[in-house]
């Protein structure tokens, strides 16, 4: 009876074309967790920049009147930061949405030739 020795460098080959594609998702999603993280901290600055310059209004304004134009005035600035800070949200969403697509694509195809190959 004759032994083969085990190749072990086949089997680590074999096991990183496995894991290849999962390696591939994990870093397409820990990317786009990446950019949404940090345009929700720049968001989270916003909004505590906002509150602040409210509480300095309560104290600097004359009058009431002053106090309501001025308020009016910076909910409408902070408004339209969060306006486009929710259409950079959707563009970012697109884009990951769209680099998932092109990764699950391409994986398919692939994998589709590996088996068609083996049979």
Same mark, same amino acid.
């Given at each position: 009876?004759? @032994?083969?020795t085990? =190749?072990?460098n086949?089997?680590?080959?074999a096991?990183?074309?496995?894991?290849?594609?999962?390696?591939k998702?994990?870093?397409?999603s820990?990317a786009?967790?990446?950019?949404?993280?940090?345009?929700?901290?720049?968001f989270?600055?916003?909004?505590?920049?906002?509150?602040?310059q409210?509480?300095?209004?309560a104290?600097?304004?004359? =009058?009431?009147?002053?106090?309501?134009?001025?308020q009016?005035?910076?909910?409408?600035q902070?408004?339209?930061?969060?306006?486009?800070?929710?259409? =950079?949200l959707?563009?970012l969403?697109?884009?990951q949405?769209a680099?998932?697509?092109?990764?699950? =694509?391409?994986?398919? @195809?692939?994998?589709?030739?590996?088996?068609?190959?083996?049979?």
């Amino acid at each position: 009876m004759t @032994s083969q020795t085990f =190749d072990f460098n086949a089997f680590l080959d074999a096991s990183k074309k496995a894991f290849a594609p999962a390696v591939k998702f994990n870093e397409l999603s820990l990317a786009g967790f990446e950019r949404i993280a940090r345009q929700q901290l720049a968001f989270a600055g916003e909004v505590l920049d906002f509150s602040l310059q409210q509480l300095q209004l309560a104290t600097s304004a004359k =009058d009431f009147n002053e106090l309501t134009s001025r308020q009016i005035e910076l909910s409408t600035q902070f408004a339209e930061k969060a306006t486009q800070r929710s259409q =950079d949200l959707i563009k970012l969403s697109s884009e990951q949405q769209a680099q998932l697509t092109k990764w699950f =694509d391409q994986t398919v @195809s692939e994998s589709t030739k590996a088996a068609r190959k083996a049979a």
